[in-house]
């Protein structure tokens, strides 16, 4: 089999308030590759929205400016339709990613051999050097329930171990789903499949591809020999409590679409209140926090 060139693949990423991501972004995607790559930057009405025009034209790439903010979903799902039919494989990353040396030619030369394999997956690293759990079985009723409850109060519970089991494998291989920060997908299959969910607001969005992809007799293969660095430069940083409930909002779905029936009904409502009771713990938690936070960095008042 010939390997697909690289004019025949697009890269995706989403931009909310990221701009100060992007550049290192395109310059990485710029030295990764000795071809030069279609990007497009799918912008989510963004404030900041005119410096990420002026960066992305620097760098050649295309600014699609979404209207709205359709959340990360939605705007891959704009960005994709946008190409031409002549696109066989689209990576999605997100802003705060940088691609190593050859990662993309990679990732396109394992799909090229794996004619079955919808999404392939590369190694991703935090800026320290660490693994980011990128590649994951799909979540049980049993350990995606356990994991979702309680891994932010018991972080060493059983169900959290199992689902996070194949974490630290360095090997190439199947997996249930493959992080959406960075993964490449034929475009066939994703367009089959009706592309990202966009009930998805964030969050969950690439567990459920996974599943679905499956679901439709496609595998998502884990390949490390492909690096990316994700630099953790995102643009929800300052949201964590909106995203909070996007999180647990979104593990709900999730659940309730992998889990329908009349006869599982009791089961998802006692995930929808468990998930509900959860999501205000940690809201809780991380709101007394920064008002910690904010009471530190105050200035004390000089007495009279």
């Known amino acids: 089999m010939s390997a697909t060139p690289l004019e025949s693949v697009a890269i995706v990423t989403v931009t909310y308030n990221s701009s100060g ?159 959406g920060s960075c993964v490449l997908l034929r475009r066939s299959a994703f367009d089959a499949v009706g592309g990202f969910d966009e009930g998805y607001f964030m969050y969950f969005e690439d567990v459920d591809l996974g599943f679905r992809l499956g679901r439709a007799g496609w595998s998502n293969l884990y390949v490390p020999s492909a690096r990316v660095v994700h630099t953790g430069a995102h643009s929800t940083a300052t949201e964590s409590t909106r995203m909070l409930k996007a999180h647990h909002d979104s593990a709900y779905r999730y659940l309730q679409k992998k889990y329908p029936g009349a006869i599982l009904a009791p089961v998802r409502w006692s995930l929808r209140v468990g998930l509900t009771v959860r999501s205000r713990i940690v809201t809780l938690r991380v709101e007394r926090a920064q008002r910690r936070s904010l009471q530190a960095q105050a200035p004390s008042n000089p007495s009279r």
Do not use: C
């Open 21 to 179: 991501a992007l550049e290192p972004f395109l310059a990485s995607v710029r030295a990764s590759e000795p071809t030069a790559v279609t990007v497009i930057v799918a912008d989510n009405d963004s404030q900041d929205a005119d410096e990420s025009r002026r960066i992305s034209e620097a760098y050649g790439a295309v600014f699609l400016e979404v209207g709205a903010n359709l959340g990360y979903g939605g705007a891959v799902n704009t960005a994709v339709r946008s190409l031409g039919p002549e696109t066989m494989y689209v990576l999605v990353s997100n802003p705060d990613v940088e691609l190593g040396t050859g990662a993309l030619r990679t990732l396109v030369d394992r799909l090229d051999a794996n004619p079955g394999t919808a999404a392939a997956g590369p190694r991703v690293l935090n800026a320290d050097g660490t693994t980011y759990p990128s590649a994951r079985r799909l979540p049980s009723l049993r350990t995606g329930v356990g994991h979702a409850l309680l891994t932010g109060i018991w972080p060493g519970n059983p169900w959290t171990r199992a689902y996070r089991a194949d974490e630290s494998k360095p090997d190439e291989r199947s997996v249930g789903w493959l992080s």
